[in-house]
């Protein structure tokens, strides 16, 4: 086994030569990297090559790309691949397609060449490294033949990094504590679904309570005092020895949207599991508790109330909530009661402000920014305010065919021209403002009948919330003179009010100076995603650690990822984070 030790003590020559096949065919790239050593980890050594890659010119890049061969193509079938590429196809049994799976990869690579003149490039042992099915590679595989092609390059370079993260790996014997069993816990709680097909995880149904035993036990198993509060919130408390002390707060949710990806939400629980049974394991006590909340509902998918579990321990909880219905007409508060649930000490759940230290959350980030930059962690500055609405608009049905254009009432043309009117004005200021519908329906709508209504949702974030409430304003203004010149009846209903939620810059600056001891890049990102530090922020100073996201940084999506690699360093950085913790000092 090759040592970085060996690598560093070694003339240029050695390096080179120990590094060859990290990647394809480029032996540029650690003759460029030589120059840097002594690298005092294995990390600062995969940074460097990082870097090497990325200052390089867009030719010497697209050259890397192209000495990459075809997933099952000629080269393999003439068994005259790299030793590395070979053991990567076969790990996912490319060497053993079907007839209809070697045709449909055959036919891949042939649209795939024709469109961007590279072939494409992915790494098939996985986020996990035990390798891609044959399925889900030929379902990349067409999805990403959509892409445009700047963006197929970018995330080819993505690609031959994870290829090359891995084979480091093995060349180096690199270890993983913590990362391979949260990803498979997270695989093992995504086997518990509402549905067949998917992951759906929604508030008190049999699946979401399954999921909060399993999680119960595996704090227990971490050394943890555990309960399971009156909305259903999993609180396991790791304690300290020491007399009179506080609590540090960490955790996200266990609930899920529906189809959902593995890990937004369930990272953040069982990451910090994880780190505290290492603790446990080796006997080390906090000087202050530290105190897991698996939140039982963030996302409001069954009774549309977002953030019950973090409200509840937050004293906001709405009691009237508990009069929602979900689809079916079961109340929130029959559902409670079926589960065994006191609604009556919710109260109870209330955390106080004296007792606590922070809450730091750990979540995937979902979205791109981290992807891009090659970053696998990045601590957030603040989370996004949201103002939601829901727009009726009301014109008038007419025939298709014998009303002129100019004297219709099209309530749907109306909604198609905000549509594009909220696009251009968050657009336009190149900042953290965003604006969404994602809701657009014509009710009762014919092929042949004029819209004579429309409706549609309003989405507006931003992490300033002068910049959020200029452009509402905008937006809402905008509406009244599209419908006035259009004499369309228009209705607006406030939905959510949210303001933005600054993070403590005393709680990030102990994760940035936690992610320097790990030898990690400092990196600061807003989240344009709501969270539950934000109802956690009303009680507590708060923070958040972000783990990259791949595809594309997608989310809310069965194509949801993160890898082995960067969840093991999210829980290094956490547990170096957790030991080197110092209260805030007024």
């Known amino acids: 086994m090759t040592t970085l030790s060996d ?3 070694g003339d240029q020559a050695s390096f080179v030569a120990h590094l060859l ?14 120059a840097q050593r002594p690298f005092a980890s294995e990390m600062a050594l995969r940074l460097a090559l990082q870097a090497v890659v990325r200052s390089a010119t867009p030719d010497e890049q697209l050259g890397l790309i192209r000495a990459h061969p075809q997933l099952a193509g ?5 068994g005259q691949l790299m030793g590395e590429s070979a053991q990567e196809q076969a790990k996912s049994g490319l060497n053993h397609c079907s007839a209809g799976e070697f045709a449909a990869l055959q036919r891949l690579n042939g649209d795939y060449s024709a469109k961007f003149g590279f072939p494409f490039i992915l790494a098939v042992r996985g986020p996990d490294g035990a390798g891609l099915t044959r399925q889900s590679i030929i379902a990349t595989f067409a999805r990403r033949l959509k892409q445009q092609p700047a963006d197929e390059i970018s995330e080819c370079l993505r690609q031959i990094h994870r290829i090359a993260e891995l084979r480091l790996n093995d060349l180096l014997g690199s270890t993983f504590e913590f990362g391979p069993a949260i990803m498979q816990r997270s695989e093992f709680l995504a086997a518990w679904s509402d549905t067949r097909d998917d992951l759906t995880c929604a508030y008190m149904t049999a699946a979401h309570r399954k999921t909060a035993a399993q999680l119960a036990n595996w704090m227990h198993e971490a050394g943890m ?18 007399p009179g002390a506080k609590t540090l707060m960490t955790g996200s949710h266990y609930d899920t949207v529906r189809d959902a990806g593995k890990y937004d939400g369930r990272l953040g629980i069982l990451l910090p599991i994880a780190v505290v049974s290492h603790l446990h394991g080796r006997h080390e006590k906090l000087p202050f508790h530290v105190e897991i909340i698996a939140f039982a509902d963030e996302e409001g998918v069954r009774f549309k109330s977002t953030f019950l579990g973090s409200h509840a321990l937050s004293g906001h909880f709405d009691l009237s909530f508990l009069e929602h219905t979900d689809d079916a007409g079961i109340t929130m508060r029959e559902a409670l009661t079926a589960a065994g649930h006191d609604i009556a000490a919710i109260g109870a759940s209330a955390r106080k402000r004296e007792d606590l230290l922070g809450f730091v959350e750990v979540h995937i980030e ?27 608009l009301t014109g008038l049905a007419s025939h298709a065919g014998t009303t002129p254009m100019t004297m219709r009432k099209d309530a749907a043309a109306a909604g ?4 594009l009117m909220l696009e251009h004005r968050c657009a336009s200021r190149g900042d953290s403002l965003v604006g969404t519908v994602g809701q657009l329906q014509v009710p009762n709508g014919s092929v042949n009948v004029i819209p004579g209504a429309c409706k549609l949702s309003l989405d507006i974030r931003a992490a300033d919330d002068a910049v959020r409430l200029a452009a509402v304003a905008d937006v809402l203004d905008a509406i009244a003179a599209i419908c006035a010149r259009r004499h369309i009846d228009f209705s607006i209903q406030p ?51 972000f783990t990259r996201c791949g595809n594309g940084g ?9 890898t082995t690699d960067d969840v093991d360093l999210a829980a290094r950085v956490l547990l170096d984070f957790l030991r080197q913790f110092r209260p805030h000092t007024a």
């Open 7 to 9: 690598l560093n003590a």
């Open 21 to 34: 096949a990290i990647y394809e065919h480029s032996p540029w790239i650690p003759q460029r990297a030589a």
């Open 74 to 78: 000629k080269a393999a079938i003439a």
């Open 225 to 242: 005092t555990v309960h399971v509060d009156a909305v259903g919130n999993v609180v396991g408390r790791y304690l300290s020895a020491l």
């Open 366 to 392: 979902q979205g791109p920014v981290l992807l891009e930059r090659d970053l696998a962690l990045g601590v957030v500055t603040s989370i996004a305010g949201s103002s939601r609405f829901l727009v009726e």
């Open 416 to 419: 198609a021209e905000i549509v």
């Open 495 to 545: 939905v959510v009010a949210t303001g933005a939620t600054a993070c403590a810059p005393w709680l990030m600056q102990q994760l940035i100076r936690a992610l320097d001891r790990c030898g990690l890049p400092r990196f600061e990102l807003a989240s344009g995603a709501g969270h539950d530090a934000m109802a956690m922020a009303t009680i507590t100073d708060v923070a958040m650690l």
């Open 554 to 562: 997608i989310s809310h999506n069965r194509l949801e990822t993160v």
